[in-house]
């Protein structure tokens, strides 16, 4: 089929074929790249670029959609931009478009942690050059992207108080995703039942439990990559307690 076509048997993605292991390569180089122009990157003259940034995703989310419509695999139950990396995506375009810290905070740690887990693991069927692979992988990079261009080129750090308003944001939202699952017959967040294939739900324990204990496993990686990820900096130059 066609770049934008709905079936590719003989072009089934494989986790850590020479393509997937090229789409990471470039991911890391990059990664340095915005480390290394760090400063360069911290200019005026980059503000179009991140408006032209936010459009290119609001224009590949769209597509995404109209192709699940076309090829009718669109449904209320899985197609809803609810999953943690689709927030991750809709964060990363408003923080693009205002350059707000709140958006940030709530960004940072969802890609550092999830869309990176994503990138890794890809639950992905389409291989490239299909549009879906294009789609899957320009979205979580840009997640991470986003992310890492505004903490080291922007200036942008996670508080313990960033920290504090993602466990209050996931929290708001899970009434919502599981009113959404029960009236669409949808598993936003695996809320209704754990993943078939093998996962580290499975270590979880029974449901519901394992959302609770997902929940701990989810605060205690975020409160470590916080203690990795602060602004060491500005804690040194705090004045000390006489």
Same mark, same amino acid.
């Given at each position: 089929?066609?770049? =934008?076509?709905?079936?590719?048997?003989?072009?089934?993605?494989? &986790?850590? $074929?020479?393509?997937?292991?090229?789409?990471?390569?470039?991911?890391?180089?990059?990664?340095?790249?915005?480390?290394?122009?760090? *400063?360069?990157?911290?200019?005026?003259?980059? %503000?179009?670029?991140?408006?032209?940034?936010?459009?290119?995703?609001?224009? &590949?989310?769209?597509?995404?959609?109209?192709?699940?419509?076309?090829?009718?695999?669109?449904? @209320?139950?899985?197609?809803?931009?609810?999953?943690?990396?689709?927030?991750?995506?809709?964060?990363? &375009?408003?923080?693009?478009?205002? %350059?707000?810290?709140?958006?940030?905070?709530?960004?940072?740690?969802?890609?550092?942690?999830?869309? @990176?887990?994503?990138?890794?693991?890809?639950?992905? @069927?389409?291989?490239? #050059?299909?549009?879906?692979?294009?789609?899957?992988?320009?979205?979580?990079?840009?997640?991470?992207?986003?992310?890492?261009?505004?903490?080291?080129?922007?200036?942008?750090?996670?508080?313990? %108080?960033? =920290?504090?308003?993602?466990?209050?944001?996931?929290?708001?939202?899970?009434?919502?995703?599981?009113?959404?699952?029960?009236?669409?017959?949808?598993?936003?967040?695996?809320?209704?039942?754990? #993943? *078939?294939?093998?996962?580290?739900?499975?270590?979880?324990?029974?449901?519901?439990?394992?959302?609770?204990?997902?929940? $701990?496993?989810?605060?205690?990686?975020?409160?470590?990559?916080?203690?990795? &990820?602060?602004?060491? *900096?500005?804690?040194?130059? %705090? #004045?000390?307690?006489?």
């Amino acid at each position: 089929m066609d770049w =934008f076509g709905h079936s590719q048997k003989s072009r089934t993605f494989e &986790m850590y $074929s020479g393509i997937h292991l090229s789409a990471l390569a470039i991911f890391i180089l990059v990664s340095i790249a915005i480390f290394i122009f760090r *400063k360069k990157l911290n200019h005026p003259k980059w %503000r179009k670029a991140e408006i032209g940034a936010a459009i290119s995703l609001i224009w &590949m989310e769209g597509l995404n959609h109209v192709w699940m419509y076309v090829h009718g695999v669109w449904k @209320t139950g899985r197609s809803l931009p609810l999953e943690l990396c689709n927030i991750a995506l809709i964060l990363c &375009m408003i923080l693009l478009l205002t %350059r707000k810290k709140v958006f940030y905070e709530l960004l940072f740690f969802i890609a550092i942690l999830g869309a @990176t887990q994503a990138i890794i693991t890809p639950a992905l @069927t389409y291989n490239f #050059p299909h549009f879906r692979f294009f789609h899957f992988f320009y979205g979580h990079v840009m997640v991470i992207w986003v992310t890492l261009y505004f903490t080291w080129a922007k200036g942008y750090y996670p508080t313990f %108080r960033s =920290f504090i308003k993602l466990i209050v944001f996931i929290n708001l939202l899970l009434p919502v995703i599981l009113f959404i699952n029960h009236q669409a017959d949808g598993n936003y967040w695996f809320l209704r039942h754990k #993943p *078939k294939n093998h996962s580290l739900f499975d270590v979880l324990g029974p449901y519901p439990w394992y959302i609770f204990t997902l929940e $701990s496993v989810l605060i205690l990686i975020c409160f470590i990559v916080w203690i990795i &990820m602060r602004n060491k *900096k500005s804690y040194r130059e %705090r #004045p000390q307690a006489k």
